[in-house]
């Protein structure tokens, strides 16, 4: 099963970019990549996801390696109420279909 | 759409007391899930449906019971409760989860204190 490695914590100031990276050296070649986050104990919310190409929405870019070990999420400029934790998950088959498993994910604190 | 509603947002219970969770979705999805979120960790499956009349076990389904008898609603059960089942507890929904690319939407959450 593939797994994701992300840093436990960021700090970020108001305004700039987020950088939040994440490893999934042990990703399937048809296994998408996909963020959440989870604001304050409120229901995960979905940001965005991505295959090989780089993805860009509303919200978020999400830039993939070429190889497709490891990705970023970047948020181009943080607001306070950006400050939430990160979940950098692939998707693996298992019993429960196409399942996602959250680990601990990345905190960030976006400071004035 | 009102997208993923869950009631009640609060709730504590005494030992051995039973309730029901409810969670309703109104984007006609297939796939609807149960997780519980312990203090500082990630959340973790404990039930879900592929469909109406269709619920499996996912990591941690001990002490619940679940039905689907619509495709809207998915209510989970405590049957006997447990302090070791204080959490918060997500529902999700997604179109179908037997794809590879498929978003899942989560309500906003019940937390659960059980004395």
């Known amino acids: 099963d593939a797994k994701t490695t992300q840093p436990p914590s960021m700090d970020c100031a108001e305004g700039r970019a987020a950088n939040l990276p994440c490893n999934h050296s042990?990703?399937?070649?048809?296994?998408?990549v996909y963020w959440y986050r989870q604001i304050h104990s409120q229901g995960p919310q979905y940001i965005i996801h991505g295959l090989k190409n780089n993805e860009t929405n509303e919200m978020a870019s999400l830039i993939i390696t070429e190889d497709r070990k490891s990705s970023t999420l970047i948020l181009p400029h943080a607001t306070l109420r950006d400050t939430a934790v990160y979940y950098c998950?692939?998707?693996?088959?298992?019993?429960?279909?196409?399942?996602?498993?959250f680990g601990k994910g990345t905190s960030l604190l976006v400071t004035p | 759409n009102a997208g993923v509603t869950q009631t009640p947002k609060f709730q504590v219970l005494k030992t051995g007391q039973s309730m029901t969770l409810q969670c309703a979705q109104d984007?006609?999805?297939?796939?609807m899930s149960w997780y519980r979120q312990d203090p500082g960790m990630g959340l973790r499956l404990i039930h879900y449906?592929?469909?109406?009349?269709?619920?499996d076990q996912g990591e941690v389904p001990n002490g619940y019971n679940v039905s689907r008898s619509t495709t809207e609603d998915f209510p989970l059960r405590l049957l006997s409760a447990a302090p070791s089942q204080t959490s918060v507890y997500f529902c999700?929904?997604?179109?179908?989860?037997?794809?590879?690319?498929?978003?899942?939407?989560f309500g906003p959450g019940t937390r659960l204190t059980v004395l």
């Open positions: 984007m006609n999805h297939e796939y």
């Open positions: 998950i692939v998707r693996v088959f298992s019993n429960s279909g196409y399942a996602l498993n």
């Open positions: 449906s592929v469909g109406a009349g269709i619920t």
């Open positions: 042990t990703i399937s070649g048809n296994e998408y």
């Open positions: 999700a929904s997604s179109y179908s989860t037997m794809t590879l690319e498929d978003t899942q939407y």
